[in-house]
Nanobody, 124 residues
Framework: QVQLVESGGGLVQPGGSLRLSCVASGRTFALYVMAWFRQAPGKEREFVAAIRWSGGTTYYADSVKGRFTISRDNAKNTVYLQMNRLGPEDTAVYYC?????????????????WGQGTQVTVSS
């Protein structure tokens, strides 16, 4: 089993930045892909970004390309999501997810492990 704990959410003004963290514990040696998804009120959960645990290949949703950066620190078993130029459309609960094999990164059903989520609110 793998446990994921997110942190770093909060209230930020439009145009601002936040960095989310996701710490993995448990069978972390088995991880292959880690990702961030988000769910806005009244909407379905959507893919944001993903990273391969080994090698660091990254994947992004078109809506966040150029604004968000996913990275990882293998020594700390932590994945980060640096979010810049935030807008109200980025308001959502952000979830960390992990899979022990390569998956279709944008498909939430492919991920085995999920964190509890962290709220990001972009508002003036």
């Amino acid at each position: 089993q793998v446990q994921l704990v997110e942190s770093g959410g909060g209230l930020v003004q439009p145009g601002g930045s936040l960095r989310l963290s996701c710490v993995a514990s448990g069978r972390t040696f088995a991880l292959y892909v880690m990702a961030w998804f988000r769910q806005a009120p009244g909407k379905e959960r959507e893919f944001v970004a993903a990273i391969r645990w080994s090698g660091g290949t990254t994947y992004y949703a078109d809506s966040v390309k150029g604004r968000f950066t996913i990275s990882r620190d293998n020594a700390k078993n932590t994945v980060y999501l640096q979010m810049n130029r935030l807008g109200p459309e980025d308001t959502a609960v952000y979830y960390c997810a992990a899979a022990p094999r390569f998956v279709r990164v944008s498909s939430e059903v492919e991920y085995d492990y999920w964190g509890q989520g962290t709220q990001v609110t972009v508002s003036s």
